[in-house]
C-alpha cells in the first residue's frame, strides 16, 4: 500500500508542464525550481516554502473568506484589492463618510478603523498526509493535534482524492482599514472595465493586521499592538518590462482542468446562460434603485459588485471556451483514451460509469443552483431565518441585530424578489416546481407579484423594530420564513458538479489512468483555496487580427476615460491636477516615449478566483504587482488554460505607492515598507 501510495504521489507531483500554467503547492515547488530558475527566478525553493525558517509563505495570507493579501512591513502592514476590502469599507461608510466614494487615509493608528467580522489566516504548515489517511487516521484524528496546538486545521483533497493534505492556521481577527483609495481610483471603470484589457483600475486597499502582546491572534481591543509578521515582502520600485519573470503566490479558488465534456457542456451550455440571465435581471434592478438615491448606491454598492464579477466573468468563459472549442477537444480525447483503455479491465468501461453519473447529477445539481439564483437570494427569507433563530433564544433581540439592516431597502428587495421568483417560473421545468410554492401563490394573489406584495406586506422582517416587537410564533409563521423554508435545498451543493461525491467518485480512478497513459500532461492539483505558486512572465498578446496589446497600461488611459459625468470614470481632481502639472515626484517615468506613471501589466501566471489580492513577486522575490484580474478571454482557464492568450492582470505597485503619496498624501506609510 505504500509503495502504491508513494508511486500515486510521485507521478502527479513530477508531470511535464505547458509553458506558464500549473498552480503549484508551495511545498512540493522543488519540483519546479530548476524551471523557475531558467525563466529568471534568483532564490530556492527554501526561500518560497519553509516551516524551519521564515520564507514567503509568512508574508501571504488568505484574506477574508475570498481573497489572499500579503504584509509588506514589519508592523502587519497588509496589502490586498481593493474589490476585496470592498465590503468591509462599505460597512464603515455613510452618507456623511462616504469612504467608498471619497476614499480613506489614516494618519496615525489611532485613526485606523476596526473591521468587524473582517479575519486573516497566515498558513503554518502543510503537510501530505496521504499515507496517513490510507493507514485509518481519521480526518479528526490527524486534525487533532493541530488544533491542540492553537491553530486551526483542515484537510483537502487534491487530484480527486488521490493525495490528501493537511493544512494548519493561524486566524487573525483585529484586522483594520488603513486606507482606501476613492472607488473612482480602486474601482476605476466598473463593471464596464472588469475582466478587460487595457485595465486602469488602481485595485489596493491597505490594512494591519494587530495581535496580542505576545504576538498571538486576539479579539479586538485597544491594547493589542501590530502584528510581527515572520515575513514581509520588500518592494521593488524598478518596474517592469516585456519578459519579466513574474511568481504569483496566492489563494486560487477553483479550477477543473480534468474534467470531461459532460462537466464543460453543462458549463458552457446550461448553467451559465441561466446564471448569467437571472443576474442580469438582478443588476438592472439594482443599478436603476442606485442612480436615484445615493444611500441605496452605497448600501448595494459591494452586493451590486458581488453580483456583476462571476456574471461577466461567466460570459467571458462560455465564450472563451466555445473558440477553443473545449467541449469538442475533450470528446476527441475522451475517445483516444478509451481506446487505450479498451484491453485493461480497470479503465474499460470508466468513461461510461462517468457519463452515466453525470447524468443522475446533472438532474439535481441544475437545481440547486437555479435555487441559489433565486429563492435564495432574498434577503428578506434569510433574515427572517436569523431572526427566528435568535427569537428561539433570547426574549428581547439584542441591538446587534440591527446591523442585519444597515445594507438593506425593502424596496429594492421587494423587487428583486418578484423577478428571481419569476425567473424560478421560467427556468424551473414544470415537473420539479415546489408544489409548496404553487400553493403558497395560488393562496395569496394567484400571481408572483401578488404573493410578493403579501410577504413584504406582512413580514415581521422587514425592520428590525417589527422584528424586536414579533413574539417567537409570530416569527416562526412569518411569510418570509415559509418562503425560507421551500427554498430549503435538500442536497448538498460542491464546488463543481464534477465534485458530487456520485461523479467524483470515478475521478479518482480517471486521474490515475490519464496520469498512465498522458505522460505529457501537466498535473498540478485543481484549485480549491489552499496556498499554490503560479510562475510566468510580463507579455503582451495577440487580442485579435493584427491587433497586439501591450503588457503595461499608464496614467495617459485614465485620463482618456475621464469622464465626470459618470460615476466609474469620474477621477478625483487632485490626479487630474497632477497629470496636468506632470507632478508625478520620484513615480514618474518615460513609457513608450511618454513621461508618465504605471498603471497596471498583465503577465501570463495561472490564476483563479481567491487570487484576487495576491502579490506579484519578480526574480529576486520582490513585490511588483497586485493581481487583480484576468482578461475576458482567459477566463475559461478554469477549464482550459490557454497560453498564447490567457493573462493575468495586476496593478503596478509603483501605482499604488504614487496614489498613497501623491493622491491620498500618506506618504508616511512608505517609510515604513521596505522599497527597493
Not at 498526509?129 to 490510507?134: C, F, N
Not at 441585530?401 to 428571481?420: E, G, M, P, Q, T
Not at 485614465?558 to 515626484?585: F, H, S, T, W
Not at 513585490?623 to 492568450?645: A, C, Q, V, Y
Request: a negative charge.
Amino acid at each position: 500500500m505504500k509503495k502504491l501510495i508513494l508511486a500515486i504521489v510521485l507521478c502527479f507531483t513530477f508531470a511535464g508542464v505547458r509553458a506558464d500554467e500549473g498552480m503549484w503547492l508551495p511545498s512540493l515547488i522543488g519540483s519546479r525550481i530548476n524551471d523557475m530558475r531558467q525563466k529568471g527566478f534568483k532564490l530556492s525553493a527554501e526561500d518560497i516554502y519553509s516551516v524551519n525558517k521564515a520564507s514567503m509563505k509568512d508574508a501571504v495570507v488568505l484574506f477574508g473568506s475570498g481573497c489572499t493579501g500579503e504584509y509588506v512591513s514589519d508592523q502587519g502592514l497588509l496589502l490586498t484589492n481593493h474589490h476585496c476590502g470592498y465590503g468591509a469599507i462599505q460597512k464603515l461608510s455613510a452618507v456623511e463618510h462616504d469612504y467608498l466614494t471619497d476614499g480613506f487615509w489614516a494618519m496615525s493608528r489611532e485613526e485606523e478603523l476596526p473591521c468587524e467580522g473582517l479575519s486573516v489566516r497566515r498558513l503554518v504548515r502543510m503537510e501530505d498526509v496521504t499515507a496517513r489517511v490510507a493507514a485509518g487516521e481519521s480526518f479528526d484524528e490527524i486534525k487533532k493535534q493541530a488544533i491542540d496546538e492553537g491553530y486551526s486545521a483542515s484537510i483537502e483533497q487534491m487530484y480527486y482524492g488521490n493525495q490528501q493534505f493537511l493544512f494548519v492556521y493561524e486566524i487573525f481577527t483585529d484586522v483594520r482599514l488603513v486606507a482606501a483609495p476613492p472607488s473612482s481610483i480602486g474601482k476605476f471603470g466598473g463593471d464596464t472595465d472588469n475582466w478587460i484589457w487595457p485595465r486602469h483600475t488602481g485595485d489596493f486597499s491597505i490594512f494591519r493586521v494587530y495581535a496580542g502582546k505576545d504576538n498571538k491572534p486576539a479579539k479586538y481591543s485597544k491594547e493589542n499592538q501590530p502584528y510581527r509578521p515572520a515575513r514581509h515582502l520588500r518592494i521593488s520600485t524598478k518596474g517592469v518590462k516585456e519578459g519579466d519573470f513574474t511568481m504569483i503566490y496566492g489563494y486560487p479558488a477553483n479550477t477543473q482542468e480534468y474534467v470531461i465534456s459532460d462537466a464543460v457542456e453543462y458549463v458552457a451550455e446550461v448553467s451559465n446562460p441561466m446564471k448569467i440571465a437571472l443576474r442580469t435581471e438582478r443588476l438592472d434592478i439594482i443599478s436603476a434603485a442606485q442612480e436615484q438615491d445615493p444611500a441605496i448606491r452605497i448600501q448595494y454598492a459591494a452586493k451590486h459588485a458581488g453580483i456583476a464579477n462571476a456574471w461577466k466573468k461567466w460570459q467571458g468563459e462560455a465564450l472563451g471556451i466555445k473558440r477553443l472549442g473545449t467541449i469538442e477537444k475533450k470528446r476527441a480525447y475522451e475517445k483516444e483514451f478509451a481506446a487505450w483503455a479498451a484491453d485493461k479491465p480497470e479503465y474499460a468501461h470508466l468513461l461510461d460509469s462517468m457519463h452515466a453519473a453525470y447524468n443522475v447529477v446533472r438532474e439535481w445539481y441544475y437545481m440547486g443552483e437555479l435555487y441559489a439564483e433565486t429563492g435564495k437570494t432574498i434577503e428578506l427569507c434569510a433574515m427572517a431565518n436569523v431572526l427566528h433563530t435568535a427569537k428561539m433564544r433570547y426574549d428581547n433581540l439584542p441591538e446587534n441585530f440591527k446591523k442585519l439592516y444597515v445594507s438593506y431597502n425593502v424596496d429594492v428587495d421587494r423587487a428583486l424578489a418578484k423577478a428571481v421568483l419569476k425567473g424560478f417560473e421560467r427556468y424551473c421545468p414544470a415537473e420539479k416546481y415546489p408544489a409548496a410554492l404553487r400553493a403558497e401563490i395560488g393562496k395569496y394573489g394567484g400571481t408572483v407579484d401578488a404573493y410578493v406584495d403579501y410577504i413584504y406586506d406582512n413580514s415581521h422582517a422587514t425592520s428590525f423594530e417589527k422584528a424586536a416587537a414579533a413574539t417567537k410564533e409570530q416569527m416562526e409563521t412569518d411569510p418570509a420564513m415559509r418562503l425560507f423554508e421551500i427554498f430549503t435545498f435538500d442536497k448538498k451543493m460542491y464546488r463543481n458538479m464534477s465534485n458530487a461525491p456520485e461523479v467524483e467518485r470515478w475521478y479518482r480512478t480517471f486521474m490515475k489512468a490519464l496520469r498512465e497513459w498522458d505522460k505529457e500532461r501537466a498535473f498540478y492539483p485543481d484549485a480549491n483555496f489552499t496556498l499554490r505558486v503560479a510562475y510566468g512572465s510580463v507579455a503582451g498578446y495577440e487580442y485579435a487580427d493584427g491587433e497586439y496589446h501591450n503588457p503595461v497600461s499608464t496614467l495617459d488611459g485614465i485620463i482618456e476615460k475621464d469622464n465626470p459625468n459618470i460615476y466609474d470614470y469620474n477621477i478625483p481632481q487632485v490626479l487630474r491636477d497632477i497629470y496636468a502639472a506632470k507632478d508625478y515626484g520620484r513615480w514618474g517615468e518615460k513609457v513608450n516615449g511618454r513621461y508618465t506613471v504605471p498603471v497596471a501589466f498583465i503577465a501570463t501566471n495561472h490564476t483563479s478566483g481567491g487570487n484576487s489580492g495576491s502579490p506579484v513577486i519578480n526574480g529576486k522575490g520582490e513585490l511588483i504587482g497586485i493581481n487583480f484580474d484576468r482578461t475576458w478571454r482567459s477566463t475559461m482557464s478554469d477549464i482550459e488554460f490557454d497560453p498564447s492568450i490567457c493573462r493575468n492582470i495586476s496593478v503596478d505597485i509603483r501605482f499604488v505607492l504614487f496614489v498613497i503619496d501623491r493622491v491620498g498624501g500618506a506618504g508616511y506609510l512608505l517609510e515604513e515598507m521596505d522599497l527597493r
